[in-house]
């Protein structure tokens, strides 16, 4: 596939979410635009809900006119498009249409901007063009396995060309959606960075060997964070602190580890002092 030519990111120096030194110094903002999801996490649950720093959970969802309108109003603001603008929820970005037509208009508004999606991957290879022709610069993909054994424990379903698959089988197409879309999107030229949810009991002991694998794919940056018990594992436990930083000391042999993840609400907007 001749994919067309992913917008030049700026530099990843210059993005909060692929550099623990621009962290607090570029802002943020994530434009809830996508409900729709096509697989089913086991720790998900997603909320339209206010006040809690949850990630997926928005206050309300925003059309795509309001949602470039927020990005207008707050470069008017600034005077400045020193702010990266996400999609990130409250759904799979790749799930719903919204997500291309907000980034499309964004695009031809304000080229200079950069604009980050996250994504569980099923869709990343089937939208790859799609999403290098809306400008998007830079994609951030959740991983949390590269085996359906460990998958099956927390994927409970995946929605896939008009088919439900379930359990493992879900778990394998997922798995292996996820790797042959980072492959082409590296392959394009994008910088990939991955997020992985650290599960005590469940894929904690295998963090290396998808650091590994993910090293392999030409991902640029790997971000273990936390389990937040909910959903069907309410009542699984998050990782130490201990825990947490032993995984990321051993895997930052293999990948660089991004350290600073806040977890970020599917409205985020963080702009710092200027
Ligand atoms: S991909 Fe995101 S929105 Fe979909 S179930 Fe998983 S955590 Fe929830
Ligand atoms: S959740 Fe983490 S990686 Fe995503 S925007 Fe927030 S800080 Fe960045």
Redesign the pocket.
């Known amino acids: 596939m001749n994919i067309t030519e992913p917008a030049a990111v700026k530099s990843l120096l210059e993005h909060?979410?692929f550099s623990d030194e621009a962290?607090d110094r570029i802002g943020?903002i994530?434009l809830p635009v996508a409900p729709r999801c096509n697989i089913q996490c086991n720790y998900c649950e997603r909320r339209i809900c206010a006040d809690i720093q949850h990630?997926g959970w928005a206050a309300r969802l925003l059309s795509e006119a309001e949602a470039v309108g927020l990005v207008r109003s707050v470069i008017a603001e600034r005077q400045a498009c020193d702010f990266v603008v996400?999609v990130?929820g409250p759904g799979d970005a790749l799930a719903n249409d919204e997500t291309f037509h907000t980034f499309a208009r964004i695009n031809e508004l304000y080229p200079q901007l950069t604009t980050c999606l996250?994504t569980n991957g099923l869709l990343l290879d089937d939208r790859l063009e799609e999403i290098a022709v809306a400008g998007v610069k830079t994609i951030?993909v959740t991983v949390n396995a590269t085996d359906s054994r460990v998958g099956k424990d927390i994927y409970s379903r995946v929605h896939y060309q008009g088919t439900t698959y379930r359990d493992e089988e879900a778990a394998a197409i997922l798995i292996e959606k996820q790797f042959i879309g980072i492959e082409m999107a590296v392959a394009a030229g994008f910088h990939v960075?991955v997020?992985t949810v650290l599960i005590p009991g469940v894929n904690d002991l295998y963090m290396l060997e998808l650091a590994c694998r993910l090293r392999y794919t030409g991902v640029t940056v790997m971000?273990i964070?936390p389990l937040i018990p909910a959903g069907k594992m309410k009542n699984y436990r998050s990782p130490s602190c201990n825990e947490l930083q032993n995984a990321r000391r051993q895997c930052t042999e293999v990948i660089p580890q991004?350290h600073?993840?806040?977890?970020?609400r599917a409205d985020?907007i963080f702009l710092p002092p200027r």
């Open positions: 909060p979410c962290h943020r994530h990630p996400g990130a996250c951030t960075k997020n971000n964070m991004f600073r993840c806040q977890r970020c985020i």
